[in-house]
C-alpha cells in the first residue's frame, strides 16, 4: 500500500508552492489507489496558529484534496517524541548544549534555501547529560551514533528528478556536512522538525516521502535516526520547487503568493494547478 502526506507548519498560509507539494502527493498517492494523510507540523507553540491550521484545511479542501483519517497533529505527541529523546539519551548518544539560542532556534526550524545545517564546531561535546541546565539544548553525538552503525547499509531508494536512483548514507560527509545536530530544545517544547517528522513517518507507515527539493539534504539524519531506532526508511521523492520571477523559492512571508489571495481574485482550482505546472485531473 502506498502511503504518503502533507505535512505543512501552520506558521503561515499556504502559498503556490505548498499547493504543488499537496497536489503532488495528494494525486501520486491516488493513481496508486494508496492513501494522503495530512500532518500538522505544529511542535512551534510560538508561532504555530489555530487559524493557519483551519485555513490549510480550508486551502487544500477547495484545491479539491481529500486527505485519509484524522489530521495528526504533532503538538499532541510531544511525549512521544520525548520518550524517544529519552532512549537515545540511554544508547549515550545526546548531550546538553548552551550555545547560543538564536542558532538552535535556526537550526530547528525547517531550512531557509541551502542551508540545512550549521555545521557545530563540538563546543559542549565533553559534557555529561548529568551537567544538563534548564533551558540547554539536546545535541545527537553524530560520531556515536554512526559508529554503533558501522555495519549498517543506510541505504536509500529517491525517485524525486534531480536525485533519483539508490542511495547510501556517506558517513565521512555526514560528520563534515551534518555534524551534531541540535534535536531539542527544553522548556518550549520544540523538537527538531527532522527529529518528529522521523517518527511520524514511521508511526503513520509512510511509505512515500513527496517533499521539495530544500528538504533533500535531511534525508540523511533522517536515514541515520531510522537505523539508530531499527524503523523502516520510506522511498523519498524531493520535488522541485516552485519559485517567483526572481527565482527565489517562495516562502510563508510571500503573502503575495498565498492561495488565499489567488481565492479570494477568483482563481479556480484548475487555474492553480496550471499556474505550478501540474494536469488537471
Ligand atoms: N513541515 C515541513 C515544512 O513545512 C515539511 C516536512 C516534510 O515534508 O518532511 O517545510
Redesign the pocket.
Known amino acids: 500500500m502506498f502511503v504518503t502526506?502533507?505535512?505543512?507548519?501552520p506558521t503561515g498560509p499556504l502559498h503556490l508552492g505548498?499547493a504543488y507539494?499537496a497536489i503532488l502527493a495528494h494525486d501520486m498517492a491516488r493513481a496508486a489507489g494508496g492513501r494522503f494523510l495530512l500532518?500538522m507540523?505544529d511542535t512551534d507553540l510560538e508561532r504555530c496558529r489555530a487559524d493557519h491550521d483551519a485555513q490549510i484545511q480550508d486551502d487544500l479542501a477547495w484545491l479539491g484534496l481529500t486527505w485519509d483519517g484524522p489530521i495528526h497533529r504533532q503538538s499532541e505527541h510531544i511525549d512521544s517524541y520525548n520518550a524517544r529523546l529519552e532512549a537515545l539519551d540511554g544508547k549515550g548518544l545526546l548531550y546538553p548544549c548552551s550555545c547560543s539560542r538564536s542558532d538552535i532556534r535556526a537550526a530547528l526550524a525547517?531550512?531557509q534555501e541551502g542551508v540545512a545545517f550549521n555545521l557545530y564546531p563540538g563546543t559542549c561535546r565533553h559534557r555529561s547529560m548529568a551537567s544538563r541546565q534548564p533551558g540547554d539544548a539536546l545535541r545527537l553525538n553524530l560520531a556515536a551514533a554512526l559508529d554503533r552503525l558501522a555495519t549498517a547499509d543506510l541505504g536509500f531508494t529517491e525517485t524525486g528528478p534531480a536525485h533519483a536512483g539508490h542511495h547510501r548514507v556517506d558517513q565521512p560527509r555526514a560528520l563534515d556536512q551534518i555534524g551534531d545536530v541540535v534535536l531539542c530544545r527544553k522548556g518550549e517544547e520544540i523538537v527538531a522538525?527532522?527529529l518528529a517528522?522521523t517518527f511520524d513517518?514511521a508511526d503513520q507507515g509512510i511509505t512515500h516521502?513527496?517533499?521539495?527539493e530544500?528538504?533533500h539534504d535531511?534525508t540523511s539524519v533522517q536515514v541515520i535516526l531510522q537505523h539508530l531506532f531499527g524503523l523502516p526508511t520510506p522511498i523519498y521523492h524531493h520535488h522541485r520547487l516552485i519559485r517567483d520571477e526572481l527565482g527565489k523559492r517562495l516562502a510563508k512571508r510571500d503573502d503575495a503568493r498565498a492561495l488565499a489571495k489567488y481565492r479570494a481574485e477568483g482563481a479556480t482550482p484548475a487555474e492553480v494547478r496550471r499556474m505550478v505546472g501540474l494536469p488537471n485531473p
Open positions: 502526506r502533507f505535512a505543512p507548519s505548498h507539494s500532518r507540523e525547517a531550512p522538525y527532522f517528522s513517518d516521502v513527496i517533499r521539495g530544500d528538504l535531511f
